[in-house]
Each structure stands twice: as C-alpha cells, then as structure tokens.
C-alpha cells in the first residue's frame, strides 16, 4: 500500500502528521475490508526514522515482491509515482484508489464490492508474472515426462505434491512463452 506522507519538518509538518494517521487508517481498512495482507514499509521505516534513501530502497524490493499495489490517499506524490513506476516495470498491477477520499470511507457491502472490482479488473489487465527460467523444448519435454513418470509411482497420494508442483511449473512456463 503507498500513501503520500509529505516532509515531517518545516511547513508539511502538520499535513505529514495528518498523512500518517491516515495512512494507518487506510492499512486497518484494506485489511478489514479485503482480506489481504496489507503491507506499508514506508510506514514503519518513518515511524523509527530509518533514512530516507534507505526507505525507498526497501519500499523498491517489497514492492517488486507483492502481488498487487494499492495508491490511497488524496494524491499520488513523486515518491507514489516512483513506487507506482517500479510495480509497472516488474509486471505489478497497481489499484488506484486516490479517487476515495484522504481518509478510507465508510466500510460499506458496496465499498468492499468495488474494491473488489477494481482489483480484478487490474489483476486481469495485468497479471503478476513470476521468473522463468529459459528452458529449450527438450528441457519441457523432460519436465514432462519427470511428471508422468512420477504421477504413475508409488501408492495413491505418495506423489501428489510433486505431481502438483511440476504441474505447476509446466502450466507457468506455457502460459508465459505464450504471453512473450
């Protein structure tokens, strides 16, 4: 989740108070409303001081880890269009929310329902993709058959979890030279 803060000295002093109680609204809200697990570094960072450049490097790597990023707040900051480019250039959707208001809004049926919906619509737009390894025909091939060979071995179950995974990986990899 990113939420503009603006500077904690000088004339933004009372707005950056102000940004950081509504930031942590914001983070109980989208945990109560959506279920997810809602993750705010530069919160934590600012609450113990952690320098600046430190901050926006961690924010860089958790964000390159997550499967979705939600902007909340009022506006989207220079440091909010930063994260916001680091999510696009590693394949993150982003969840513009700004549109809802400095504070969350009531949690209403209707307000969970279109998050909900919008988060959808840019998980689908732009689904999170996860490394693949280059692999060449012969190596899929080999995937494969390591999959037939182990779902025809052994007692029922012994090898559902590796019959699962190599699932997995070969379903991942298709769909991706697929998209590239």
């Known amino acids: 989740m990113d939420h503009p803060l603006g500077e904690k000295n000088g004339t933004d002093a009372v707005r950056h108070a102000d940004n950081m109680k509504n930031g942590g ?17 530069w919160y934590m960072h600012e609450v113990t001081g952690i320098h600046k450049g430190r901050r926006m490097a961690d924010c ?9 990023l939600a902007l909340v707040g009022p506006t989207v900051n220079p440091h909010s ?15 513009d ?15 969970k329902q279109l998050i909900s919906t919008r988060a959808a619509k840019v998980i689908e737009a732009a689904p999170r993709r996860g490394w693949m ?14 999959r037939r060979t182990a779902h025809s071995m052994g007692g029922p179950g012994e090898f559902d979890k590796s019959v699962a995974l190599l ?7 298709e769909a991706y030279k697929r998209s590239s």
């Open 25 to 41: 609204d914001w983070f109980r809200f989208l945990e109560i409303a959506t279920g997810w697990a809602v993750i705010t570094p």
């Open 60 to 68: 860089t790597r958790i964000i390159q880890r997550c499967e979705l």
């Open 81 to 95: 269009e930063h994260n916001q480019r680091v999510a696009q250039r590693a394949g993150i959707p982003v969840l």
């Open 97 to 111: 929310l700004t549109d809802l208001g400095t504070e969350p809004p009531e949690l209403t049926k209707g307000v």
């Open 133 to 146: 390894p280059s692999l060449t025909s012969e190596q899929l091939d080999t995937l494969k058959k390591l």
């Open 167 to 173: 699932d997995r990986f070969v379903a991942c990899y």
